[in-house]
C-alpha cells in the first residue's frame, strides 16, 4: 500500500519526488502523482504479488520518470544495497538529475 499512499500524500502537493518500491496503483491511483513530481520506481523481476507489468505500463504512459527492474521479488530484500543506491542517487540531487539519469548512473557505477 506504499505506492498508494505515497501518490495520495503527492497529489496534495508540497512533494518533490517520490519513489515506488513495486507500487500497486488500483485504478488510477498513480495518477495523483502531480506532473513535474519526480517519480522513481523500483520493481522486482520474481515479483508474485504486483505484476511488473503494470509498473512498466504506468511508466510508459508518463514519460520523464524513471523505472529500475531487479532481480528480486516482491519485497525487494535481496537487492537492498543496489536499491539504496539507486535511491540516494535518485534524491540527492533533486532538479540536476533525472529520473532516468540517475537509473543510468547507478547502473554505469555497479557494471
Not at 41 to 56: F, K, N
Amino acid at each position: 500500500m506504499g505506492g498508494r499512499v505515497a501518490a495520495q500524500l503527492a497529489a496534495g502537493g508540497g512533494i518533490a519526488a517520490v519513489v515506488a518500491l513495486a507500487p500497486w496503483w488500483a485504478g488510477d491511483k498513480g495518477d495523483l502523482i502531480p506532473p513535474g513530481t519526480r517519480l522513481l520506481v523500483l520493481h522486482g523481476t520474481a515479483d508474485t504479488m504486483v505484476p511488473i507489468e503494470s509498473s512498466e505500463a504506468w511508466i510508459a504512459a508518463h514519460p520523464g520518470n524513471a523505472m529500475f527492474v531487479v532481480d528480486d521479488d516482491h519485497g525487494l530484500a535481496a537487492t537492498i544495497p543496489t536499491i539504496h543506491a539507486l535511491v540516494d542517487a535518485f534524491l540527492r540531487e533533486p532538479g540536476e538529475v533525472t529520473p532516468e539519469a540517475a537509473v543510468e548512473r547507478v547502473t554505469s557505477e555497479m557494471a
